[in-house]
């Protein structure tokens, strides 16, 4: 607590460079990383759910998650392929 007042009072925070806009709270960046944790938490539960709830093998959860992953990785090159032949993008 002293150390907080002393900082106030000494005005040492003067000293300290702001926040690039790149890493505000609200900054595309920041954004994008609080969306990678949100999915990665709601991959955790999937994967609770599907182990605990269903009696799934730990295996057999990382099969399901992992041609999940496969084929949104189609679907994905294939909506890029059907954009680039449109000349879109």
Do not use: C
């Amino acid at each position: 607590k002293a150390a907080f007042i002393n900082f106030i009072n000494d005005k040492e925070w003067k000293s300290i460079e702001p926040v690039s806009s790149w890493f505000g709270p609200s900054s595309l960046l920041m954004s994008s990383m609080s969306a990678l944790f949100k999915l990665s938490m709601w991959i955790r539960h999937g994967h609770g759910y599907l182990t605990e709830n269903l009696g799934i093998p730990v295996w057999g959860s990382y099969a399901v998650f992992g041609l999940a992953t496969l084929f949104l990785g189609m679907v994905l090159g294939l909506v890029s392929a059907v954009l680039g032949a449109d000349g879109g993008l």
